[in-house]
């Protein structure tokens, strides 16, 4: 006899006393065994598999059921099982029988009918069982019926004597299976199977091919269909060519952007439950009553719907583990997914509760005073109303966030109900005098910009769909611009050639629709940026990044950069092209949020090339690990290592962590050159050896085309590598030593120069402290100072004729003179000049912390170096400012007069 006893539990559950004395052989059964991950489908499975005859593999099928089942409610009513535990057994059970079953018939009906064989692979074929809904997440609840798709890859012919075709042979199949589920015997039945939700419903094939339902979803498929097929999994069958179905599927149900059509349907779909539960007074229904299972469903199935295109770990099929992803990515409040988590648990359990007790698919409490009791006892409490009070907490919890995630914005103002409806005729005087209402200052420009705008091509060629979205956008639109102090019409002109560009993709309509908050701030940063009105234009899907402000006006620090690009490599580290997309689509957004928390004055000036620097430093970081991954996959590993020794120097403003937004990247490759042997060592056929010296020429190649590489979603930068060793002459690719050689014995000074602001941007720790030991020896050296002055003033001439644009009437504020590079090249002359007396000077590669070094030194006078240090960050600010707003470096040439003589009086004291 089991440490458990069942007859403890019959007053909780009339089904486990029922079964008991029925059956009283599951006495003796052990209640306290606990199975581990899959070990109870491969029971099922093994003893399925073994029946002799179709009588037995009934049997078996329904004692099986009946001793697993019986198990999981006296473990769950003893409180031994959480209720992970309990959904997943019951769901391994289903997946166990269904499985067994299925090839149990499989074998058979290729006894009688041959093989099925595909006609274009003519490889033979199996049929392949999704489980949807719960079954499909492995959250099934203790009664539920199972909902399933049956599917097969190729269409064709079987091979045996009496041939027939795969449509024919899969649907006897199924019908067979069903058969053995759904038949009542004496022993009962095993479940009720729902196929109503395959393509085309109860009037479609049994079974269906992968071209037939790829077309199907094509052409007729549904939003609550999307809906339904999130949690799809394949629970029995050939589950690697499940692999190829869920590819076929993932672009009907996961859109490329994202995706807010979603909440229309959900919405839609929740309004029609609501009626039904209204109509049939189920607002006692656990599952589809007010702040019940469902609701919780619907928010994370929102997300992933709305998200899970971009964000691929939102396509999975388990509701809690998804939960906690949304609230560690910031989807949502870490309290809120705590109190929707603890809400979920109660309410599962207590549905399991309810049908444990007489193993009936039901959601609703009990109206049975003894039931009442029995389910109050079972979760914990003394008396019924102390359930029905703590489970009123629950649900009022889950509505409200609900509401809060699918609430509609209702445009309430009688002046934005007239301009919708001017918006949808022809824009005419009496347009003009709503706009005066509004408050718009030249309400005549803003008018014929709204003309311009409805008669533009992109807004004549729009969908009936996307011109009902624009209809419920305009008026909000115009509602917020009308509250600006200034620039209104600017501000039209620039969301206005945002939205034209997203017209043809309404889903982006819909998320300002649904998302006031996004609306505003899209008003709020194009109107203070052309430059990211630019970005928002060629690349929409930022406009996601509106949505929270504690994210957008946060840019992320390295060591968070780096931690999301290792979570992306993880991602598509098999798929070389999303590596590549989904890498733009996050540079993209990391430098998004930068610029807004710039123009918004959320970071100082000075910080803001620090997080556009991490931000490349990120980028080549993960670029050169998927390359190492990828080379060393198809050629093993170089010969004594088992770490990359790979080199990645960042020279110029990329060295200097100075990048501004446009800046391309300054780049060195190198490899250390302690490595025995001289080719990679493959560890399986399928590689093969490779010369070290080819190996890290293509590691080279390979990430500067990972960089460059144009695609949908743009380059990530472009990439300079002219200053390796020979310039355009030298090799991509070369060792530290030659590079070690080539400084000492060829570069000229205005290499050494760029040394200054070079440092170690990827690799390993030792390979970094090998290049910087050589940096700081190398530079440290002595050196004729009035040599070093020469070159510098004359390479700092021939710079200034070449590109100084300066004019009569115009500064140029990077190249002309007493401007940033004027600072820049007198820093690098004291560096290089003295640093064998003053080490610090090129401790460092940014020019403001070599300046602070200068205070320690003689070198110059404190007051000269406070004005270099000014001027320097009033002139990097203003570069940024300028690059927002996509005008060059130039400024009024009345402009920065004073800065512009200091800088130039410190020049000719330090360098004529």
């Known amino acids: 006899m089991s440490a458990i006893c069942p007859q403890d539990y019959y007053k909780w559950s009339v089904f486990v006393e029922r079964e008991c004395l029925r059956f009283p052989e599951l006495l003796t059964k052990k209640f306290d065994r606990v199975y581990s991950e899959k070990e109870l489908i491969e029971l099922c499975y093994q003893t399925l598999l073994a029946c002799e005859d179709e009588l037995c593999l009934k049997t078996q099928l329904r004692r099986l059921r009946r001793e697993q089942m019986v198990r999981i409610a006296v473990r769950d009513l003893a409180g031994l099982a959480e209720l992970h535990e309990t959904m997943r057994d019951v769901s391994d059970l289903a997946d166990g029988l269904v499985s067994g079953a299925l090839d149990w018939w499989y074998q058979r009906f290729v006894q009688r009918f041959g093989r099925p064989i595909g006609e274009e692979s003519r490889q033979a074929q199996q049929m392949v069982i999704l489980g949807m809904g719960k079954l499909g997440g492995r959250e099934l609840n203790f009664s539920s019926d199972i909902d399933l798709i049956y599917l097969y890859e190729e269409k064709g012919y079987t091979d045996g004597k009496k041939s027939i075709s795969n449509d024919e042979f899969f649907s006897k199949l199924g019908l067979a299976l069903n058969k053995s589920l759904t038949e009542l015997t004496s022993e009962g039945m095993v479940y009720r199977v729902d196929m109503r939700l395959r393509p085309f419903g109860e009037v479609g094939p049994l079974a269906i091919s992968f071209v037939g339902a790829e077309r199907y979803y094509e052409v007729h498929g549904r939003a609550w269909e999307r809906y339904a097929l999130v949690k799809a999994r394949a629970i029995a069958g050939d589950k690697e ?59 994370v199935q929102a997300f992933q719907l709305v998200h899970g295109g971009r964000d691929k770990p939102l396509q999975g099929q388990a509701l809690l583990p998804i939960l906690e992803y949304l609230a560690s990515q910031d989807y949502i409040a870490s309290q809120d997914a705590v109190e929707l988590r603890d809400a979920y648990i109660f309410l599962r359990r207590a549905e399991n509760r309810i049908q444990e007790w007489g193993d009936q698919q039901v959601h609703s409490l009990p109206n049975d005073g003894r039931q009442r009791q029995a389910l109050a006892e079972s979760m914990g409490f003394t008396d019924y109303p102390s359930f029905i009070h703590q489970l009123e907490q629950f649900r009022e919890r889950v509505q409200r966030h609900f509401d809060d995630v699918f609430a509609e914005e209702a445009v309430v103002c009688d002046l934005t109900d007239a301009l919708a409806q001017a918006w949808k005729g022809p824009l005419e005087d009496d347009a003009l005098i709503l706009l005066t209402q509004f408050g718009f200052q030249k309400p005549g420009d803003i008018l014929n910009q709204l003309r311009k705008f409805k008669k533009s091509r992109a807004v004549g060629h729009m969908s009936a769909e996307a011109t009902t979205r624009l209809e419920q956008v305009m008026p909000l639109l115009l509602k917020q611009l009308a509250s600006l102090e200034t620039h209104q019409e600017m501000a039209l002109q620039r969301v206005l050639s945002v939205i034209e560009n997203v017209v043809r993709r309404s889903v982006y309509l819909v998320l300002l629709k649904e998302k006031p908050v996004a609306l505003t701030h899209l008003i709020a940063l194009c109107s203070a940026s052309a430059w990211l009105t630019d970005l ?10 509106l949505l929270d402000l504690s994210s957008l006006y946060r840019p992320l620090k390295l060591d968070e950069l780096l931690g999301d690009a290792q979570t992306l490599l993880k991602t598509y580290q098999d798929d070389e092209e999303q590596f590549m997309l989904q890498l733009r689509h996050w540079r993209h957004a990391q430098v998004f949020k930068v610029a807004a928390a710039d123009i918004t004055g959320q970071v100082p000036v000075m910080h803001v090339s620090d997080y556009l620097t991490w931000i490349a430093e990120a980028v080549l970081n993960v670029a050169h690990d998927y390359v190492w991954l990828q080379l060393t996959k198809k050629y093993g590993l170089p010969n004594g290592v088992n770490t990359s020794p790979f080199l990645i120097l960042g020279y110029g403003k990329l060295g200097g962590i100075e990048l501004g937004y446009g800046s391309d990247l300054d780049l060195v490759f190198l490899y250390d050159t302690v ?53 355009d002459s030298g090799l991509m690719v070369t060792t530290l030593k030659h590079f070690e050689h080539y400084q000492q014995e060829k570069a000229w000074n205005w290499e050494h120069q760029a040394l200054i602001r070079a440092r170690a941007v990827v690799g390993n720790e030792q390979v970094r402290n090998n290049f910087e030991d050589f940096r700081l020896a190398f530079l440290s050296q002595p050196r004729d100072a009035a040599k070093v002055k020469a070159e510098v003033v004359e390479m700092r001439q021939k710079m200034r004729s070449a590109l100084d644009k300066s004019t009569d009437h115009e500064f140029d504020i990077k190249h002309g003179q007493g401007g940033i590079v004027d600072i820049e090249f007198m820093v690098q002359y004291l560096g290089l000049a003295y640093a064998h007396r003053e080490p610090g000077l090129v401790k460092w590669p940014d020019n403001m912390r070599i300046l602070d070094e200068l205070k320690q030194t003689d070198l110059l006078d404190q007051q000269s170096i406070e004005h270099l240090q000014d001027h320097y960050r009033t002139y990097r600010g203003l570069y940024h400012k300028l690059a927002l707003q996509n005008e060059k470096s130039l400024v009024d040439g009345k402009a920065l007069q004073n800065a512009r003589q200091i800088v130039i009086k410190i020049w000719k004291k330090l360098m004529d």
Not at 702 to 709: A, F, P, T
């Open 241 to 299: 060519k499940a692999k190829t179905l869920f590819d076929i599927l993932r672009p009907f149900i996961y859109r490329r952007y994202v995706d807010y059509t979603a909440m229309d349907s959900l919405r839609d779909l929740k309004r029609m439950i609501a009626a039904e539960v209204r109509k049939k007074g189920m607002e006692d229904n656990l599952k589809l009553g007010r702040g019940g299972i469902r609701e919780i469903e619907f928010i």
């Open 536 to 545: 928002l234009v060629k690349y929409p899907a930022l406009m996601d990044q």
């Open 675 to 727: 490595l025995p042997g001289d080719k990679t060592q493959p560890t399986h056929d399928r590689q093969r050896a490779l010369e070290h010296g080819t190996f890290f020429m293509r590691m080279g190649q390979k990430i500067i085309s990972l960089l460059n590489s144009m695609m949908p979603a743009g380059q990530l930068y472009e990439v300079d590598t002219r200053l390796r060793p020979n310039g």
